[in-house]
T-cell receptor
């Protein structure tokens, strides 16, 4: 069945460091791919998404490119801030049902 | 900005009590979902609905039940709470058609069953 695998956390970085969180997926057909972020004590909110191969999603300095050949959707940011500390979830959805399948989440901690 | 609300935000309750977690959205979305989130962060879909009078079980078996009598309202009920039900419960909604539609999440309910 469909699945999403994320890089293990927690990830600890210094402010202004470069961030990569790896995400790979297994799915038949052409899923849509998402990154959601969960700040402490809150629900999830959409960070970015891509709905077809080679699309790049971007928001708040974060980027991810839908790579069908490597079945990946890695999240990157050039310079992280303390306020980026949160849990990041990679997810896919496929078909008209729209159900999301989530990765296990990666906790990011950014130190000043 | 998403308008999806959950109450209560926190609930501590004794074993055997009946509880209802409320979820409401003002976006007119047809699809609604309930997820259970482990302390280890992983999210599991436990119920979903495609519209009024539609309810389906999700990927993770749950003793909870749901109802969808109105488009905007999707409550989750536990008839007899147990310590194993301790978790965070997240409600979400989305537009009906297409796999690329964003799901909007509520702030969650943290449930502790003693």
């Amino acid at each position: 069945g469909d699945s999403v695998t994320q890089m293990e956390g927690p990830v600890t970085l210094s402010e202004e460091a470069f961030l990569t969180i790896n995400c790979t997926y297994t799915a038949t057909g052409y899923p849509s791919l998402f990154w959601y972020v969960q700040y402490p004590g809150e629900g999830l909110q959409l960070l970015l998404k891509a709905t077809k191969a080679d699309d790049k999603g971007s928001n708040k300095g974060f980027e991810a490119t839908y790579r069908k050949e490597t079945t990946s959707f890695h999240l990157e940011k050039g310079s992280v801030q303390v306020s980026d500390s949160a849990v990041y979830f990679c997810a896919l959805s496929r078909g008209q049902g729209g159900k999301l399948i989530f990765g296990q989440g990666t906790e990011l901690s950014v130190k000043p | 900005e998403a308008d999806i609300y959950q109450t209560p935000r926190y609930l501590v309750i004794g074993t055997g009590k009946k509880i209802t977690l409320e979820c409401s959205q003002t976006m007119g979305h047809d699809k609604m979902y309930w997820y259970q989130q482990d302390p280890g962060m992983e999210l599991h879909l436990i119920h979903y609905s495609y519209g009024v009078n539609s309810t389906e079980k999700g990927d993770l078996s749950s003793e909870s039940t749901v109802s969808r009598i109105r488009t905007e309202h999707f409550p989750l009920t536990l008839e007899s709470a147990r310590p194993s039900h301790t978790s965070q419960y997240l409600c979400a909604s989305s537009e009906y058609t297409g796999s690329g539609k964003t799901q909007y999440f509520g702030p969650g309910t943290r449930l502790l069953v003693l």
